[in-house]
């Protein structure tokens, strides 16, 4: 028997940021975000030697353990290991023993979600697995909880959220675990026109969003002023775009994320670099409306809304800093589990 899963990667359209306590506690965030077609992956094979085998395909690596209640958090893998060491210990269960096989359409640290849309897959096979009883909203919440409290990892909530649910969402973000998803039902010409016209730009570097994240989140404990502002911007820029997909003003979404960029800047130091700043102006220039970085910012994807057929000159201009484009198109689906 083998279980599979798979949980999409996202695109944060807008609101990117306000989803991190302790501003989510205090303010409330909004996020508006779309899943594409690149994914993560989980394999599950049960076995009987006693034994627990990680394989990190992606990434060419292995790790074999003794089959025991509770792996230890030792900097290796820790990852799947926490995922395991929580399913075993919540759900009241005896040693597993099994093959445990890992994919990513996109490298850590690239802004689409990575990390969390892995912890999505791999407690989405685990679910399959064992039938336990965890829904949607079960699944994303216990996802958070692996990564920011087992973990102490930096970062907000609207990736586990995304990769379960799927789809374009408008999602809210309350003190208390708190979190609503709001499906939006958007007219397929509208869909396909909005994947015609955006450019997924990668830029070949990658970064510790934990850094960035860290410093915004001190930012709102010290009070900061111009950086709450900014994400209290950056909410009501989610309520725009939110807006603009629904009435299918399509025009208005370079300007909306142009607008989101300039706030999102302000949130803390580090977001943008030297890089980005240039490829942005070139993008511009070539006929962009506006873009912005993917994820908490300092490296990975930027990607930017470009009308009519600008999207070709566009590219053209942006083949100066290397990288590349990665085409995609938006999917309905969330996390997908199975087994034959």
Known sequence: MVIRSKAPLRLG???GGTDVAPFSDIYGGCILNATINLYAYADIIPNNTGKINFLLRDKNQSFEY?????????????????????????????????????????PAGSGLGTSSTLVVAVLGAFVQW???????????????????EDLKLAGG??????????????MEFYAGDKVIVN????????????SRSIILFYTDTSRDSSKIIEAQQQNVKEKNTSSIDAMKKLKEQ???????????????IGKILNMGWEYKKQMAKGIST????DVYHSALTAGSTGGKISGAGGGGYIFFYCPQNSRYEVIEVLKQYGGSVRRFEFTKNGLLTWQY
């Not at 909530?157 to 408008?170: M, P, V």
């Not at 030297?274 to 700043?277: P, V």
Request: aromatic content about 10%; glycine content about 6%.
């Open 183 to 194: 499906p939006l039902r958007i007219k397929s010409n509208i869909l396909n026109e909005l």
């Open 13 to 15: 359209l807008a609101g």
């Open 274 to 277: 030297q890089l980005f700043e």
């Open 130 to 148: 064992l039938n336990l009883p965890l829904g949607e909203y079960d699944i994303a919440n216990l996802a958070y909880k692996i990564e920011r």
């Open 66 to 106: 003794k089959s025991c209640e509770n792996l230890p958090i030792n900097g290796e893998v820790d990852l799947l290991k926490a995922i395991y060491n929580r399913v075993v210990i919540d759900f009241n269960l005896l040693p597993l023993s099994f093959d445990l096989h890992t994919f990513v359409d996109a």
């Open 157 to 170: 909530k609207q990736d586990q959220y995304a990769a379960t649910f799927g789809g374009f969402n408008f």
């Open 238 to 252: 989610a309520v725009l775009m939110k807006e603009a997909l629904l009435k299918g003003n399509l025009h208005e």
